[in-house]
T-cell receptor, first 115, second 115 residues
Framework: GAVVSQHPSWVICKSGTSVKIECRSLDFQATTMFWYRQFPKQSLMLMATSNEGSKATYEQGVEKDKFLINHASLTLSTLTVTSAHPEDSSFYIC???????????FGDGTRLSIL | GESVGLHLPTLSVQEGDNSIINCAYSNSASDYFIWYKQESGKGPQFIIDIRSNMDKRQGQRVTVLLNKTVKHLSLQIAATQPGDSAVYFCADGAYSGAGSYQLTFGKGTKLSVIP
């Protein structure tokens, strides 16, 4: 149980392109979803928290107009990296929680490479 | 956990030996603690969690110890196997009352098992 699917797993695209990453909870309803960024050999850094049906809460230093988050249903959240540049290249990971003091369950991440 | 560094601590153990991975956290208000295992190119995988009203919790081959006085968390893996080789992250969270715990991740420890 508690399976989170993230798609795509790897994206390579040109600078200036916008990229959408999907995060789905397959066997539970996710009241809260989280988006993280991870650089090589480093820990996970929280970018934003989203609750279904409301606007995402972004961490300090994360541009909300750059990283658009939509959490339209209890099983789907999307992260769109708008006008991506090489410095946006990273490993993006989503997680989902069923609320009420439950652990977060993670997707397998999306490796984004901007040329 | 304490915030990100650029150097990932490593721990090498012989197959069959016990492993102990340590973690410090800084938020006195944290009341939920969790260990994740991350294999290369994948998202973190839940191992075990513990709440602040406990100081020890056991799972299958794993034990988590919590010392709230010194804000220290440890993960013990019994009879370490090659499949345990991965990066291990601790995370701590304080329940905000809105959805799942928001977690702060430690820097991670790379466990290498020597056959």
């Amino acid at each position: 149980g508690a399976v989170v699917s993230q798609h795509p797993s790897w994206v390579i695209c040109k600078s200036g392109t916008s990229v959408k990453i999907e995060c789905r909870s397959l066997d539970f309803q996710a009241t809260t979803m989280f988006w993280y960024r991870q650089f090589p050999k480093q820990s996970l850094m929280l970018m934003a928290t989203s609750n279904e049906g409301s606007k995402a809460t972004y961490e300090q230093g994360v541009e909300k107009d750059k990283f658009l988050i939509n959490h339209a249903s209890l099983t789907l959240s999307t992260l769109t990296v708008t006008s991506a540049h090489p410095e946006d290249s990273s490993f993006y990971i989503c997680s989902a929680g069923a609320g009420q003091k439950t652990p977060q369950h993670f997707g397998d991440g999306t490796r984004l490479s901007i040329l | 956990g304490e915030s990100v560094g650029l150097h990932l601590p490593t721990l090498s153990v012989q197959e069959g030996d016990n492993s102990i991975i340590n973690c410090a956290y800084s938020n006195s208000a944290s009341d939920y603690f969790i260990w994740y295992k991350q294999e290369s190119g994948k998202g973190p995988q839940f191992i075990i969690d513990i709440r602040s009203n406990m100081d020890k919790r056991q799972g299958q081959r794993v034990t988590v110890l919590l010392n709230k006085t010194v804000k220290h968390l440890s993960l013990q893996i019994a009879a370490t196997q090659p499949g345990d080789s991965a990066v291990y992250f601790c995370a701590d969270g304080a329940y905000s009352g809105a959805g799942s715990y928001q977690l702060t991740f430690g820097k991670g420890t790379k466990l290498s098992v020597i056959p």
